[in-house]
């Protein structure tokens, strides 16, 4: 069971990148896909989470217009992308993807997500 994320890099403000995460070994179509996000000397958020059989989203405020989650349903394919625009250098921090057990009628930022990537890093200079 792996979560592979990629697509960090180094940006400036104003600038784009796209995460992806694509996992292998197991079946997450009933599952929660999110990304959190740390900067140093910060605690982990949840940036933005999306339900994997709906399609419904959940995304932090403060990203809001800026960044949209959205997930490959290709046959046997199971990605999920981070659409980040507009950055700016308070997006810095290492960026990780996580999948948790569905819970039916569970907001998306109240799951427990126990299975984790590796993080990438994302910098946004002024």
């Known amino acids: 069971v792996q979560l592979q994320a990629s697509g960090g890099g180094l940006v400036q403000a104003g600038g784009s990148l796209r995460l992806s995460c694509t996992a292998s070994?197991?079946?997450?179509?009933?599952?929660?896909m999110g990304w959190f996000r740390q900067a140093p000397g910060k605690e982990r958020e949840l940036v933005s989470g999306?339900?994997?059989?709906?399609?419904?989203?959940?995304?932090l405020d403060s990203v809001k217009g800026r960044f949209t989650i959205s997930r490959d349903t290709a046959e046997n394919t199971v990605t999920v992308f981070l659409q980040m625009n507009s950055l700016n250098p308070e997006d810095t921090a290492v960026y990780y993807c996580?999948?948790?057990?569905?819970?039916?009628?569970?907001?998306?930022?109240?799951?427990?997500?126990?299975?984790w990537g590796q993080g990438t890093q994302v910098t946004v200079s002024s």
């Open positions: 996580a999948a948790g057990k569905e819970r039916l009628g569970l907001a998306i930022r109240s799951h427990s997500f126990n299975v």
């Open positions: 999306i339900r994997w059989n709906r399609g419904s989203t959940y995304t």
């Open positions: 070994g197991r079946t997450y179509r009933n599952y929660v």
